[in-house]
């Protein structure tokens, strides 16, 4: 399963970034989908995650709830993660991961990850 992750940029505070993921290869399994990011010095933390069986099943980070929504497109097997109203502390690298668990995985427990789009929010 190859994972590949685009539309990341440069935004002001206050502006929105929409960010894509599309999976291929091998891809009849994958259960869930996931957006994580890591910002210099931090660890990797989960930003949202969707279920590809059940779109209602999403997962959010406090800090992102209300901000980004996730979405789905089983069709292109893509995922989506709009950003609104963005902040400086959401600059980081974001990465898309896909993975088998029906459970929509919040911690690492993806399977295949993307290399990463950059995101950075001026003040």
């Known amino acids: 399963v190859h994972v590949v992750e685009s539309g990341g940029g440069l935004v002001q505070a206050g502006g929105s970034l929409r960010l894509s993921c599309a999976a291929s290869?091998?891809?009849?399994?994958?259960?869930?989908m996931g957006w994580f990011r890591q910002a210099p010095g931090k660890q990797r933390e989960l930003v949202a995650a969707?279920?590809?069986?059940?779109?209602?099943?999403?997962k959010y980070a406090d800090s992102v709830k209300g901000r980004f929504t996730i979405s789905r497109d089983n069709a292109k097997s893509a995922v989506y993660l709009q950003m609104n109203s963005l902040k400086p502390e959401d600059t980081a690298n974001y990465y898309c991961?896909?993975?088998?668990?029906?459970?929509?995985?919040?911690?690492?427990?993806?399977?295949?990850w993307g290399q990463g789009t950059q995101v950075t929010v001026s003040s």
């Open positions: 290869g091998g891809i009849f399994s994958i259960n869930s």
């Open positions: 991961a896909a993975g088998y668990s029906l459970l929509v995985p919040t911690d690492d427990h993806y399977e295949y």
């Open positions: 969707i279920s590809l069986i059940s779109g209602d099943s999403t």
